[in-house]
């Protein structure tokens, strides 16, 4: 007996599986592209953050040596923001305008404030006592960016003779000051410290 074995060639649907392949393959880059995106969006809004925290801790620096130089005589102790006044519902600048709590009103330095974070107590309630924050209140940025905001610290760290100034009649008095740059985030906030050493040279 003779047996005859035939192979049948069937392709119907060969296309369909190519397609899906092909449709998988395409799906996997997409959804690649979109990931590699969706992270390099991120990575752009940090650093965008990252810069306007580092830009408000600028900020807060420059206030505190421009309030330094506003003082006769200078401090001779350590001072931190303090936004008290900002914060009593009351007009504290009357002379001037008739505005309650303005963004003048937020920018105040004072050895009471800095005394919060060496007195023992939780004062802001989170739990530590006499953490760094304690020290300072966060002040805001400016009028349009309210939650945009900075604490500053000024360390008074002695004063002593000034180059090309007669010692008998001037003093180089000098100071380290921190500043804290706080920017909200989608997650959190996005923070900046810098710390600069200041003088100024005055009268005795």
Same mark, same amino acid.
């Given at each position: 007996?003779?047996?005859?074995?035939?192979?049948?060639?069937?392709? !119907?649907? *060969?296309? /369909?599986?190519?397609?899906?392949?092909?449709? %998988?393959?395409?799906?996997?880059?997409?959804?690649?592209?979109? *990931? +590699? =995106?969706? *992270?390099?969006?991120?990575?752009?809004?940090?650093?965008?953050?990252?810069?306007?925290?580092? $830009?408000?801790?600028? *900020?807060?620096?420059?206030?505190?040596?421009?309030?330094?130089? @506003?003082?006769?005589? +200078?401090?001779?102790?350590? %001072?931190?923001? @303090? !936004?008290? #006044?900002?914060?009593?519902?009351?007009? !504290?600048?009357?002379?001037?305008?008739?505005?309650?709590?303005?963004?003048?009103?937020? /920018?105040? $330095?004072? !050895?009471?404030?800095?005394?919060?974070?060496?007195?023992?107590?939780?004062?802001?309630?989170?739990?530590?006592?006499?953490?760094?924050?304690?020290?300072?209140? $966060?002040?805001? $940025?400016?009028?349009?960016?309210?939650?945009?905001?900075?604490?500053?610290?000024?360390?008074?760290?002695?004063?002593?003779?000034?180059?090309?100034? @007669?010692?008998?009649?001037?003093? #180089?008095?000098?100071?380290?000051?921190?500043?804290?740059?706080?920017?909200?985030? #989608?997650?959190?906030?996005?923070? =900046?410290? /810098?710390?600069?050493?200041?003088?100024?040279?005055?009268?005795?």
């Amino acid at each position: 007996m003779i047996h005859i074995h035939t192979t049948l060639k069937n392709e !119907n649907g *060969s296309v /369909i599986v190519a397609a899906m392949l092909i449709l %998988v393959l395409l799906t996997i880059i997409g959804i690649s592209a979109t *990931s +590699l =995106s969706n *992270s390099e969006l991120n990575i752009t809004s940090n650093t965008q953050l990252h810069k306007m925290s580092f $830009f408000v801790a600028e *900020s807060g620096w420059h206030v505190m040596t421009d309030w330094l130089d @506003d003082q006769y005589p +200078l401090p001779t102790v350590d %001072v931190a923001s @303090d !936004n008290w #006044r900002g914060s009593d519902t009351i007009n !504290n600048d009357p002379a001037e305008d008739s505005v309650v709590d303005e963004h003048n009103e937020w /920018i105040d $330095f004072t !050895n009471a404030q800095w005394q919060e974070g060496f007195d023992g107590d939780d004062d802001n309630g989170n739990g530590v006592d006499d953490d760094f924050d304690e020290r300072a209140d $966060f002040l805001p $940025f400016s009028n349009d960016k309210w939650d945009y905001q900075y604490q500053v610290t000024s360390e008074y760290v002695g004063a002593g003779n000034a180059a090309g100034w @007669d010692p008998t009649l001037f003093l #180089r008095y000098n100071y380290t000051i921190t500043s804290t740059g706080n920017v909200p985030a #989608r997650s959190g906030s996005a923070v =900046s410290q /810098i710390t600069v050493t200041a003088g100024k040279i005055q009268e005795k």
